[in-house]
Antibody, heavy 121, light 110 residues
Framework: QLQLQESGPGLVKPSETLSLRCTVS??????????WGWIRQPAGEGLEWIGS???????YYNPSLMSRVTMSVDTSENQFSLKLSSVTAADTAVYYC?????????????WGKGTTVTVSS | QTVVTQEPSFSVSPGGTVTLTCGLT?????????PSWYQQTPGQGPRTLIY???TRSSGVPDRFSGSILGNKAALTITGAQADDESDYYC??????????FGGGTKLTVL
C-alpha cells in the first residue's frame, strides 16, 4: 500500500526558505502515470494546490506561488521536495504531499498526513 | 483569473439528501475538468471521495455520488449520517498540469 510521509522543520523564520520532503513508500516515485505534489492549508482556511513534479523532474506550479516555489525529485531515495522562499506569516500552514493520478483521471489519490509549518521569528 | 466556487456552508438533517456544487466564476464545469471531491474532518488530512466526475474512490460508501448538474459539478450525499459532518472540497483539473481547489463547503448534519 502506497504511503506518503512529509518531513521537515516545523518552524521557519520570516524571509527564509521553507524546505519539506515527502518520502514515498510501498511504491515507486518513477511511475509515469503519476505526478507528485504539494498542497497546503492555513489554519481555518481551505486547501491550496502548490504544485507538482514528475519523476523526470518536470515541474508544474500554481501561478500565484510560482516565483517562490521550487520542487525537486530524488528517485534514488524515492523522495520529492518542496522549497518555498521568502516566507512570511501567510505561509504558515499544514503542508500535505499527495500523489496525482494523471493517466486517465487527474486527481489526488494518495495523501500524506500533513506537517505543520509555522513562520515566526 | 478563474476561481472555483463552492457554497461556504450547508446543513442537512440526518437521513436527508444534500447536493454540494462546484462551479467556475467564468464558464461551465464539464467532465473535461475531471472534477474530484475530497472530505476533510477537523484535524485530519483530506480523503478522496469522488474522481473523474462520478467515480467513487475505493471504500467510499455509495451514499456519495458525483455528477454534473447544469454548469457545475455536484456531490450528492443520500441518507446523510452524523459522521458525514465535514468539510468538502472540489478540485478541477484546468489543463496544462494545473489543479485548482474550491474554497470548500462546511457541511453540518443536524
Amino acid at each position: 500500500q502506497l504511503q506518503l510521509q512529509e518531513s521537515g522543520p516545523g518552524l521557519v523564520k520570516p524571509s527564509e526558505t521553507l524546505s519539506l520532503r515527502c518520502t514515498v513508500s510501498g511504491g515507486s516515485i518513477s511511475s509515469s502515470n503519476h505526478y507528485w505534489g504539494w498542497i497546503r492549508q492555513p489554519a481555518g482556511e481551505g486547501l491550496e494546490w502548490i504544485g507538482s513534479i514528475l519523476h523526470s523532474g518536470s515541474t508544474y506550479y500554481n501561478p500565484s506561488l510560482m516565483s517562490r516555489v521550487t520542487m525537486s525529485v530524488d528517485t534514488s531515495e524515492n523522495q520529492f521536495s518542496l522549497k518555498l522562499s521568502s516566507v512570511t506569516a501567510a505561509d504558515t500552514a499544514v503542508y500535505y504531499c499527495a500523489r496525482h493520478e494523471t493517466l486517465h483521471y487527474y486527481y489526488m489519490d494518495v495523501w500524506g498526513k500533513g506537517t505543520t509549518v509555522t513562520v515566526s521569528s | 483569473q478563474t476561481v472555483v466556487t463552492q457554497e461556504p456552508s450547508f446543513s442537512v438533517s440526518p437521513g436527508g439528501t444534500v447536493t454540494l456544487t462546484c462551479g467556475l466564476t467564468s464558464g461551465s464545469v464539464s467532465t473535461r475538468y475531471y472534477p474530484s471531491w475530497y472530505q476533510q474532518t477537523p484535524g485530519q488530512g483530506p480523503r478522496t471521495l469522488i474522481y473523474s466526475t462520478n467515480t467513487r474512490s475505493s471504500g467510499v460508501p455509495d451514499r456519495f455520488s458525483g455528477s454534473i448538474l447544469g454548469n457545475k459539478a455536484a456531490l450528492t450525499i443520500t441518507g446523510a449520517q452524523a459522521d458525514d459532518e465535514s468539510d468538502y472540497y472540489c478540485v478541477l483539473y484546468m489543463g496544462s498540469d494545473i489543479w485548482v481547489f474550491g474554497g470548500g463547503t462546511k457541511l453540518t448534519v443536524l
